[in-house]
């Protein structure tokens, strides 16, 4: 096998055509067309650090017949319903669906208990928040099958590659109907219209193996023997056993926490992030990275800031979250009388709009942990989001400001069109954060405006609050048998847990906790 590793950067028309991108492939590999059988394109990215954006690919050549398994072995599911061996899942987003199919994989059964709808069913209650501004408290942006993630873009760029193989998480996406290529991509990312789709495939997967997965059930307590956990109740009073628990119930779930902190089973306050969503018109941003009107061929451009900022002598990092080019503003709240915003974009990333978290750092110090124990930060979190909702005016109408009218401490007299479709009301931004969250924000603003240029002007506008990007409270386990250290047969998992933040670290960390429950229960 005669096999040759190269790197090319090509324009965008040339990266973009099919045919174009093989020749200039062979070329670059001193070969004619017909001299190589395979070309396997294996990441492309945007550089756009020259006068012109390119196209940067890395691709292997083939003068042979590549090995079988260049893409990585399919996923095979053994039929476990008569397994001796069941976990209890609790939470059917990436970690708890990742967590699921591993366990088969493994030949434990997974019963996947989900407090919300279905994916499709819950698109009615997307749709009665953004347009009746009514929030169903188990089925909304954060809860229901395939998580926060399903409705909230669909990102799948994640750091985490220590923490587990991030191509195996892919190739499983990919096999249940995923794009191939976010094999390729160096920002992968499916969409908030196609993973839906995805999702469902997942869970057919998982009932079509002799696994279950229950929807509106709501755990609302714990069978505790000593200090070990059995099982779980349910809002209906039905007691479910199994050999081990996975608790992967995502940021949101302030019951689960209440309900372990009432129950004695340790949990910890942990550090987080809140600020603003702030929205451009995508051709702003496309203009200052690209440094061209019309991008052409090239995706809707994004950018990834961060500034340390002090404040009465604390330092605190300022940094963008969750940026969405080409996208919308959500309505993410999980209970009437909070206003909470998220962002999200399509496939496609077509929308006029470009939006992104910009957050400050919220520690331990910054939080009355003498009152509120390990709940302080969820306590803070919720205090912000409930006084943006009577500040707005106790609907989903999310407060707002122009950014240039942010920086001088102004009420905007108007505001600009928005992707946000509850709508907006104007207000001083510094009323909803407080003092301290909106200085750390201005200073990072500022800066912000120094590296792209128009950034930090009246052509932008911040929308409150981005309180959700990771959970406030830590539900501590042990670093080798990822099981509490207190609760033995409990095993908490993703982000909800403390230990993922997205789609794919927390579906990794899903099959890390399905791996640990086999080594526990064995098959």
């Given at each position: ?112 208990l989900e407090r919300g709808l279905d994916v499709r069913a819950r698109r009615r209650d997307l749709a009665a928040i953004n347009k009746d501004q009514v929030v169903n408290p188990d ?385």
């Amino acid at each position: 096998m005669l096999k040759q590793e190269l790197e090319v950067l090509l324009a965008p028309e040339v990266a973009f055509d099919e045919l174009a991108r093989y020749e200039a492939i062979l070329q670059q590999a001193g070969l004619q067309p017909g001299e190589a059988d395979f070309v396997h394109l294996k990441r492309r990215s945007i550089d756009a650090r020259g006068r012109q954006a390119m196209v940067r690919l890395r691709a292997d050549v083939y003068q042979s017949a590549p090995p079988a398994d260049l893409f990585g072995p399919w996923f095979v599911y053994p039929n476990v319903k008569t397994a001796t061996r069941s976990t209890i899942i609790v939470g059917a987003g990436p970690a708890g669906l990742f967590a699921a199919l591993r366990c088969i994989e493994l030949g434990i059964k997974p019963i996947v208990l989900e407090r919300g709808l279905d994916v499709r069913a819950r698109r009615r209650d997307l749709a009665a928040i953004n347009k009746d501004q009514v929030v169903n408290p188990d089925s909304n942006y954060c809860f229901g099958e395939g998580g926060a993630g399903t409705y909230s873009d669909g990102k799948l760029y994640t750091r985490a590659t220590k923490r587990g193989d991030v191509g195996r998480v892919l190739r499983r996406l990919v096999q249940h109907g995923a794009t191939p290529d976010i094999l390729v991509d160096a920002h992968p990312h499916i969409g908030t219209n196609k993973l839906p789709a995805v999702v469902q495939d997942l869970r057919d997967a998982i009932i079509a193996a002799g696994g279950e997965v229950r929807f509106d059930t709501r755990v609302t307590d714990l069978i505790l023997e000593k200090d070990r956990l059995r099982g779980v109740v349910t809002a209906t009073g039905e007691a479910l056993e199994a050999d081990a628990t996975i608790l992967a119930t995502g940021h949101s779930a302030r019951d689960i926490y209440d309900l372990l902190h009432r129950r004695g089973v340790l949990i910890e306050a942990k550090p987080f992030a809140l600020g603003v969503r702030v929205e451009h018109p995508q051709a702003l941003i496309d203009q200052a990275q690209y440094r061209r009107a019309e991008r052409g061929l090239l995706p809707a451009a994004s950018y990834s800031l961060v500034h340390q900022t002090e404040v009465r002598g604390e330092q605190r990092g300022v940094f963008s979250f969750c940026m969405c080019p080409g996208g919308f503003i959500v309505p993410a709240a999980t209970a009437p009388g909070e206003v909470v915003v998220n962002g999200m974009s399509p496939s496609r990333r077509d929308s006029r709009f470009a939006n992104s978290g910009i957050v400050a750092a919220v520690e331990l110090s910054d939080l009355d942990v003498k009152q509120y124990g390990p709940m302080a930060g969820l306590h803070f979190q919720q205090e912000i989001e409930q006084r943006a909702c009577h500040i707005a005016g106790g609907t989903q109408h999310a407060p707002a400001q122009l950014l240039g009218d942010f920086l001088k401490d102004k009420q905007s007299n108007t505001l600009l069109e928005t992707s946000y479709q509850p709508g907006l009301v104007s207000v001083r931004m510094d009323d909803v954060l407080g003092p301290v969250l909106a200085e750390r924000l201005r200073q990072g603003f500022r800066d912000f405006g120094r590296k792209i240029p128009g950034y930090a002007t009246n052509a932008a506008q911040i929308v409150g609050v981005e309180s959700r990007t990771s959970a406030p409270v830590r539900i501590p386990r042990d670093k080798d048998t990822l099981q509490h250290p207190v609760v033995a047969g409990l095993f908490p998992c993703g982000e909800g847990a403390g230990y993922a933040g997205g789609i794919v670290s927390a579906a990794m960390d899903g099959e890390r906790c399905a791996e640990a429950v086999a080594a526990l229960v064995g098959r």
